[in-house]
C-alpha cells in the first residue's frame, strides 16, 4: 500500500514562532513533492513544490526533502495567524506508469495563536 | 475567468436522483482530475484524464460516470449515490511533464446526498 503519513495535529504555534510540519510516503519512486495550503471550507492551494534533497526556501517557507529516509518536511518562519490552516502533503511518483498519480496526506491542522 | 472553476458549488441530492458536476479550466493544462475529499481522510483520486483520455479510473464505483469532451472541460457525472458519497468533490488540472505536475483545484462541489 503506497501511502502519504502526516500527523493530524492540530499544531498550536505561538505567533511568531516557527511550525514544523513533517510528511513520510512510502513510494521509493516518488520523483516530486509538494506542499498545499487549505483554508477551513476552502480547495487546497500551491504553496511549495521540490524535487532534489535538500532545502528549497520561499519567503517564509522553507521545504525539506530527503529521499534517503522518505521524508519531507515544511517550516513556516514567523507563524502568523492567517498560517492557521491544514498542509496537506503530496507526493507524485512522475514515472510513466505512474503518470498523474498524485498522492496525498490527510493533512496537518495548524492553529497559530497571537 | 481564470484558474479552474466549478459548478455547482453546492448540490443536495436523494440517493434516485441523477445530476452532473461541471468543471471547467482556463490554464491551457493538459490533465483534468477528480478528487473526493471526505471529512479527516486523505484526499482520494477519482479519475485522471489526459488530452481527453482517461488514465486513471481509481476503482471508483459505477454510480461516478466521468465525461471529458475537451482539455478544458470535465464532468462527472452522479446517479444512484449513497450517502456516503456525501464529501467535497475537487476538480484540479495540470500541465503535465516527467518528474513535475502541480495541481491546480477549482474551489470545489459539495455533495450532501439525502
Known amino acids: 500500500q503506497k501511502e502519504v503519513e502526516q500527523n493530524s495535529g492540530p499544531l498550536s504555534v505561538p505567533e511568531g514562532a516557527i511550525a514544523s510540519l513533517n510528511c513520510t510516503y512510502s513510494d521509493r519512486g516518488s520523483q516530486s513533492f509538494f506542499w498545499y495550503r487549505q483554508y477551513s471550507g476552502k480547495s487546497p492551494e500551491l504553496i511549495m513544490s521540490i524535487y532534489s534533497n535538500g532545502d528549497k526556501e520561499d519567503g517564509r517557507f522553507t521545504a525539506q526533502l530527503n529521499k534517503a529516509s522518505q521524508y519531507v518536511s515544511l517550516l513556516i518562519r514567523d507563524s502568523q495567524p492567517s498560517d492557521s490552516a491544514t498542509y496537506l502533503c503530496a507526493v507524485n511518483m512522475g514515472v510513466s506508469d505512474s503518470w498523474g498519480k498524485f498522492q496525498f496526506g490527510a493533512g496537518t491542522q495548524v492553529v497559530v495563536t497571537p | ?114
Open chain 2, 1 to 114: 475567468e481564470t484558474g479552474v472553476t466549478q459548478t455547482p458549488r453546492h448540490l443536495v441530492m436523494g440517493m434516485t436522483n441523477k445530476k452532473s458536476l461541471k468543471c471547467e479550466q482556463h490554464l491551457g493544462h493538459n490533465a483534468m482530475y477528480w478528487y473526493k475529499q471526505s471529512a479527516k481522510k486523505p484526499l482520494e483520486l477519482m479519475f485522471v484524464y489526459n488530452f481527453k483520455e482517461q488514465t486513471e479510473n481509481n476503482s471508483v464505483p459505477s454510480r461516478f460516470s466521468p465525461e471529458c469532451p475537451n482539455s478544458s472541460h470535465l464532468f462527472l457525472h452522479l446517479h444512484t449515490l449513497q450517502p456516503e458519497d456525501s464529501a467535497l468533490y475537487l476538480c484540479a488540472s495540470s500541465q503535465e511533464r516527467l518528474n513535475t505536475g502541480e495541481l491546480f483545484f477549482g474551489e470545489g462541489s459539495r455533495l450532501t446526498v439525502l
